[in-house]
């Protein structure tokens, strides 16, 4: 199809030939061998140029979008290897959705349209481990200690730990 698109582009079967870097006669061999597997013409072809029959254009058509849509499809293949077309599914303790999410899951999605981002909310540190390990998780942000084998776990930030009292509790210091 490629070569069949070629020699239709450039109107002439040398020109394809240069054009796909291989010599004329075996680029007209392999047109011939597609009209036979076909069983129908799809150039005339005279000696200085080519034109196509009719069912030669209805081919040549057709091969186009093949060939766009394979091309694609290698694209969106190579998309998906490096992270940037398919599904995330992230999971978050409570503490996580005031500050954090909101500005990392709008940082994510504008490096990242082609990505169906699912979010999954107040999920404690034992159910986002459960999660991850049977693979309906991928990414977790979570509280530690994580004590599993099959998990990595990179500390993101630190996070002031702080105690509410009444201020007629026996700890509570008044400050002014």
């Given at each position: 199809?490629?070569?069949?698109?070629?020699?239709?582009?450039e109107g002439n079967f040398t020109r394809a030939a240069e054009r796909l870097s291989m010599a004329q006669s075996p680029l007209s061999q392999q047109i011939r061998a597609?009209?036979?597997e076909l069983?129908?013409?799809?150039?005339?072809?005279?000696t200085r140029s080519i034109t196509l029959t009719a069912a030669g254009r209805v081919f040549y058509d057709r091969c186009v979008a093949l060939l766009d849509d394979a091309e694609d499809a290698m694209e969106s293949a190579r998309k998906a290897d490096r992270g940037e077309m398919g599904a995330l599914s992230l999971g978050f303790t409570g503490s996580a959705t005031?500050?954090?999410?909101?500005?990392?899951?709008?940082?994510?999605r504008e490096r990242n349209p082609l990505v169906e981002l699912t979010l999954r909310s107040e999920m404690l540190t034992p159910a986002q481990v459960d999660a991850l390990l049977d693979?309906?998780?991928?990414?977790?942000?979570?509280?530690?200690?994580?004590?599993?084998?099959?998990?990595i776990v990179e500390l993101l930030r630190h996070?002031?730990?702080l105690v509410a009292l009444p201020v007629q509790h026996p700890r509570a210091i008044a400050t002014a």
């Open positions: 199809m490629r070569y069949f698109s070629a020699v239709v582009e597609l009209e036979r069983g129908v013409q799809l150039l005339e072809r005279t005031y500050d954090l999410m909101p500005n990392l899951v709008r940082a994510y693979g309906t998780l991928s990414v977790g942000l979570l509280r530690p200690p994580v004590k599993s084998p099959g998990i996070e002031p730990l």
